[in-house]
């Protein structure tokens, strides 16, 4: 196990990783920057593989959970990236028709993350769906990096299509009762934010750290949101301003919150981004938030 402490680590150090994680900096930039806080017995190689995602010590659900049912299933994407991958994940015993979740990832395809996030909606009572918005390039290749760049590649508008698809399959999906919400994060929560714009019969949004849409474009949300913010994540929280006031003009039904003092991924349990108060919290509230919406 890495011997970096969090608490070591500056925070300009984080602000970098962010930069490198959403395309503003390429990672031969990225090295060079980090190579200035690699001092006191830090080298940049450590500091590299402190700020990489842990899948292998941190995913929550086991593969073979007793509890829940997973499979990966296609859907057609007419609009989007046409035959689309996603794993569907269930719990076992239910005797009733579940609400749905579409559960968005990152800017980097499904990874092991956010099929975690999936599995554990599933033991909270729901159906999730977890689209790759990759499959028509090949899929998550197994590496965050060149998910990125892989997800670079793509046209988002057309992969907003890819989660609408989904919401529909899961809405018509025969084990579902109808009420289809979605959580999502970083990009997720931007595709979460939108499709609460684009679809009338969405039930609930979670956006995680999500860009807020067009002013002109929160009359037609009829969703109920809870928006979760990081304190420390300025390049997001910036516009939550103009985005409040537009849903407060608009009379839409909103609950927001902005976690002090974490940094944009808080939610995310594989990186030191990690804030396991803020994130448990987040996720209590958002469990919450689906069972008072969608069951």
């Given at each position: 196990?890495?011997?970096?402490?969090?608490?070591?680590?500056?925070?300009?150090?984080?602000?970098?990783?962010?930069?490198?994680?959403?395309?503003?900096?390429?990672?031969?930039?990225?090295?060079?920057?980090?190579?200035?806080?690699?001092?006191?017995?830090?080298?940049?190689?450590?500091?590299?593989?402190?700020?990489?995602?842990?899948?292998?010590?941190?995913?929550?659900?086991?593969?073979?959970?007793?509890?829940?049912?997973?499979?990966?299933?296609?859907?057609?994407?007419?609009?989007?990236?046409?035959?689309?991958?996603?794993?569907?994940?269930?719990?076992?015993?239910?005797?009733?028709?579940?609400?749905?979740?579409?559960?968005?990832?990152?800017?980097?395809?499904?990874?092991?993350?956010?099929?975690?996030?999936?599995?554990?909606?599933?033991?909270?009572?729901?159906?999730?769906?977890?689209?790759?918005?990759?499959?028509?390039?090949?899929?998550?290749?197994?590496?965050?990096?060149?998910?990125?760049?892989?997800?670079?590649?793509?046209?988002?508008?057309?992969?907003?299509?890819?989660?609408?698809?989904?919401?529909?399959?899961?809405?018509?999906?025969?084990?579902?009762?109808?009420?289809?919400?979605?959580?999502?994060?970083?990009?997720?929560?931007w595709i979460a934010n939108m499709m609460a714009v684009e679809l009338p019969d969405l039930a609930a949004a979670v956006p995680f750290y999500g860009s807020q849409p067009a002013a002109e474009d929160v009359p037609k949300i009829q969703?109920?949101?809870?928006?979760?913010?990081?304190?420390?994540?300025?390049?997001?929280?910036?516009?939550?301003?103009?985005?409040?006031?537009?849903?407060?003009?608009?009379?839409?039904?909103?609950?927001?919150?902005?976690?002090?003092?974490?940094?944009?991924?808080?939610?995310?349990?594989?990186?030191?981004?990690?804030?396991?108060?803020?994130?448990?919290?987040?996720?209590?509230?958002?469990?919450?938030?689906?069972?008072?919406?969608?069951?």
């Open positions: 196990m890495n011997q970096i402490k969090k608490e070591d680590i500056k925070q300009e150090v984080f602000d970098l990783y962010d930069d490198y994680a959403h395309n503003r900096v390429n990672r031969r930039d990225f090295m060079q920057k980090l190579s200035l806080y690699a001092v006191g017995g830090l080298t940049v190689p450590s500091l590299m593989s402190f700020l990489m995602p842990d899948y292998k010590n941190t995913l929550q659900v086991k593969k073979d959970d007793p509890r829940i049912t997973s499979e990966y299933i296609y859907y057609d994407s007419p609009k989007g990236g046409g035959r689309i991958k996603a794993l569907l994940s269930k719990p076992v015993d239910s005797q009733k028709k579940l609400g749905g979740i579409v559960v968005v990832h990152e800017n980097r395809g499904l990874n092991p993350y956010i099929e975690d996030v999936a599995k554990r909606a599933a033991i909270a009572g729901f159906i999730t769906i977890a689209p790759d918005a990759l499959t028509p390039l090949g899929g998550y290749p197994g590496d965050d990096d060149k998910g990125r760049e892989m997800q670079s590649k793509l046209d988002r508008n057309k992969m907003l299509e890819d989660f609408i698809s989904a919401f529909n399959y899961l809405k018509n999906h025969k084990d579902c009762n109808g009420k289809v919400g979605v959580v999502g994060f970083c990009f997720g929560g969703a109920p949101l809870l928006l979760q913010y990081a304190g420390l994540d300025t390049r997001i929280t910036e516009g939550w301003p103009v985005y409040e006031a537009a849903l407060k003009a608009n009379h839409k039904q909103y609950t927001a919150y902005i976690y002090p003092n974490v940094n944009h991924g808080f939610h995310n349990d594989t990186t030191p981004r990690y804030d396991k108060d803020a994130a448990e919290l987040a996720w209590h509230r958002t469990i919450d938030f689906f069972k008072d919406k969608l069951q």
